[in-house]
């Protein structure tokens, strides 16, 4: 039970001691988004400006033209402007958080869309971080728990099991 327990807590300290690298990658493609974003962001605004509006009042002619294409258009800018504000906000929480903080802030704005784009490209390091050496810490003792607890419970049954066996013979 304990080489089984071992080898549960080495895998489990393998996989989570990834998180800081994966969290990394994750957040070098957040910053690219919101670059990029912004980029889109600051013509629209500039745009506005050059025609002496607001960015508002841009959106609120675009609606008025009666124009479908413009309609569309108006929506696809705000869904834009949403979209920057929500990445922007994510990535100063991730960059502002500590070691700790940063698993909360990475669970509560996660964006599926670049989480996806991040893991096909991801590849894993060896942890040399202190962040990472606390990952691979939890892992190994959170992974060899649960297999001594999984052997444990199984031994339990089988103690049961054959307890409960003659008295079912005498029946």
Do not use: C
Not at 57 to 66: F, R
Not at 74 to 81: E, H, K, P, W
């Amino acid at each position: 039970m304990r080489i089984s327990g071992l080898i549960g807590g080495v895998l489990m300290a393998g996989t989570l001691s990834q998180f800081p690298e994966y969290s990394q990658q994750y957040e070098q493609r957040l910053g690219g988004a919101v670059d990029q974003l912004a980029a889109v962001v600051a013509d629209f605004d500039a745009s506005a400006a050059r025609a002496g509006l607001s960015r508002d009042q841009a959106l609120q002619t675009y609606d008025e033209t009666g124009e479908p294409f413009l309609a569309d258009r108006s929506r696809d800018m705000q869904a834009t402007f949403a979209r920057f504000e929500k990445l922007s906000a994510h990535l100063d929480a991730l960059e502002t958080a500590g070691p700790v903080e940063k698993v909360t802030a990475f669970a509560s704005y996660y964006d599926a869309e670049i989480g996806s784009r991040a893991l096909e490209n991801y590849e894993p390091a060896v942890p040399v971080t202190a962040e990472g050496f606390i990952w691979a810490g939890l892992g190994l003792i959170g992974g060899y728990g649960a297999v001594a607890g999984l052997f444990a419970g199984a031994k339990r049954m089988r103690r049961t099991g054959r307890a409960a066996s003659p008295a079912r013979r005498d029946g």
